[in-house]
């Protein structure tokens, strides 16, 4: 992979979801298009941090995080769940990889789309 792959942003809510897509395919031929939506709420009596941190998954409840969906779509138009950082193969499919959840900061996204790009347009050997 040489230099940076070029982007468009559209901020379909700003400051809380953003739609990231690619503008050239990777090796593949897959268009890839990334969905980051900010979440909050993690100091609730019942939140879904407050189980996390419970359960061990991660050291410290964080008071924003980005949720992310990244879409593959080959040539012939199919279109598949890939190159997630934030998820992992485990349980029944994909569980979560809380080492890639992220604290809900415009860096935060840039890391999150770099491994993308990293784990997307890696060359196909």
């Known amino acids: 992979m040489e ?7 559209d ?15 990777n090796a593949k031929g897959e268009t ?10 993690g100091f609730e009596k019942r939140s879904m941090q407050r189980r996390w941190k ?3 998954y991660i050291d ?7 949720a992310v969906e990244v879409q593959a779509t080959d040539p012939d138009g199919a279109c598949w769940g890939r ?3 934030t998820e992992k193969p ?9 080492a890639w959840m992220l604290e809900g900061i415009p860096e935060s996204i840039e890391a999150l789309s770099d491994e993308i ?9």
């Open 60 to 66: 410290e409840i964080l008071d924003s995080w980005w």
């Open 3 to 9: 230099g940076k792959i070029p982007y468009t942003d």
């Open 11 to 25: 901020w379909r809510v700003p400051g809380r979801r953003l739609v990231r897509t690619w503008g050239e395919p």
């Open 54 to 56: 419970k359960a061990g």
């Open 117 to 125: 790009v990293r784990r997307a347009f890696a060359e196909v050997v």
């Open 90 to 98: 485990g349980g029944a499919g994909r569980v979560i990889d809380f």
């Open 32 to 41: 890839i298009v990334a969905a980051f939506t900010l979440c909050t709420g």
């Open 83 to 85: 190159y997630n950082p």
